[in-house]
């Protein structure tokens, strides 16, 4: 890979939220990580933007179906197969 | 005995949505042996989908209205479910129609002025004012540890309508961007601009609330 070939920082950064979400090709995607692996700067913004997406994602998951409603669909479902329906 | 919701009025909601899988596929599916794999599809769906109905409306109660209202339309639409499709993309799409139909009033408010200026990586300059940057540290970790589920949903909930719905479903589920256009019914790039500019904003709303809840201090409180 040749100088022409990398990253400027500016570049890095203008592709990280998509380079987060794995929304860049395979090849920017690895042009990305190349710079990350050797740049100081952008590899502590990377790791903490990740970090607080991975953290928001798993507090925000962390939601308790109620049985009441899992009692209603399956309520609704089982109706939804009744025969003279068809 | 039967169960008779009283929100199956409200169905006509999502008619147009069904009505267009309907021109392409139904004629040619037959309903009841595809019917049958639905308990199987939708059950393990359920979790996340009350997980994404309950960020959005902050009520038990109306968040179960409208798992179930999303189940039933589920129901009467699942002969137009293309079998080999994204089962949990197309759920989630009656979900969030169901929803934008309860809550379409809220649409057209703009993001407020301040939201304007938000700046880049701002969680990230004020962590590192905080001094949380020391090695071998995790700094996010370290700030977000000071904020529960229900505050970080605080947080979620001040952003403006159209940005909250896309990151709401962006945090609790995992779909590609072209999967959330396709859920939403807006383009790709919509979908792109609207989460990059709402994480930047989350983070400032972040911020305000771990100010408000005193959880960081005074001091660099001022310089945010
Ligand atoms: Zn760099």
Known sequence: MTALDRYTCEEVFRRLNDYLDRELSPAEMAMVKEHLDTCGQCASEHAFEASVLQELKSKLRRIDLPQSLLDKVGAILAEARLPEEQ | ?224
């Open chain 2, 1 to 224: 005995m039967l169960v008779v919701p009283h929100y199956a009025g409200s169905l006509g909601i999502i008619a147009p949505f069904m009505a267009l899988a309907l021109m392409d596929h139904s004629r040619t599916q037959p309903a009841v042996p595809a019917r049958q794999g639905l308990d199987d599809l939708l059950k393990p769906l359920l979790g996340r989908a009350y997980g994404l109905a309950l960020r959005l409306l902050r009520n038990r109660a109306d968040a179960e209205d409208l798992v179930q209202e999303a189940a039933l339309g589920a129901c009467r639409g699942y002969a137009t479910f293309q079998p080999g499709t994204n089962f949990k993309a197309w759920f989630f799409r009656i979900l969030t129609n169901c929803y934008y139909a309860r809550h379409r009033r809220q649409r057209h408010e703009g993001p407020p002025v301040e939201f304007d200026e938000t700046p880049e990586l701002y969680l990230y300059s004020q962590t590192a004012a905080l001094g949380l940057h020391q090695p071998p540290g995790d700094p996010a970790q370290a700030l977000l540890n000071r904020l529960d589920s229900e505050q970080i949903a605080a947080a979620l909930l001040g952003l403006p309508e159209e940005y909250r719905v896309v990151s709401t479903l962006y945090f609790i589920e995992d779909f590609s961007y072209e999967q959330t256009a396709g859920i939403l019914g807006i383009p790709v790039g919509t979908v792109r601009s609207r989460l990059h500019r709402a994480r930047k904003i989350l983070q400032k709303l972040l911020w305000r609330v771990a100010v408000e809840r005193g959880l960081v201090p005074e001091a660099v409180k001022e310089r945010a």
